[in-house]
């Protein structure tokens, strides 16, 4: 058996690995070989983050997710769309502090 995927190699040079559930257990021969052509970097926020796709029903594709998680990836797709502006924080005190504003409301 071979599977053949195509992946970007970060700059930190670490890659972590989910294999297929078609691939025995035991030991395996990993081989990179440069890409003949550049891969497409941009990101269609139409396409399913990873996150995402490793967890919708295989049977009805419908997310497995509560609706308070589902609403933060949609409000993370508008922010990477443009739609709505990221936020920045100067410590994680800050951040948590804006989190525990918004379970106020």
Request: hydrophobic letters at 35%; one cysteine or more; a negative charge.
């Amino acid at each position: 058996m071979t599977i053949t995927q195509t992946v970007t190699i970060p700059a930190s040079r670490r890659l972590i690995i989910d294999v297929p559930r078609e691939v025995p257990e035991g030991p395996v021969v990993l081989t990179f070989t440069p890409a003949e052509t550049p891969v497409d970097q941009t990101f269609d926020a139409a396409d399913d983050c990873p996150i995402c796709a490793q967890h919708r029903d295989p049977e009805t594709g419908e997310l497995r997710f509560n609706a308070e998680t589902i609403a933060a990836f949609e409000e993370g797709d508008a922010m990477l769309r443009g739609e709505i502006p990221g936020k920045w924080y100067s410590s994680a005190e800050e951040m948590w502090a804006d989190l525990d504003k918004d379970d106020d409301n």
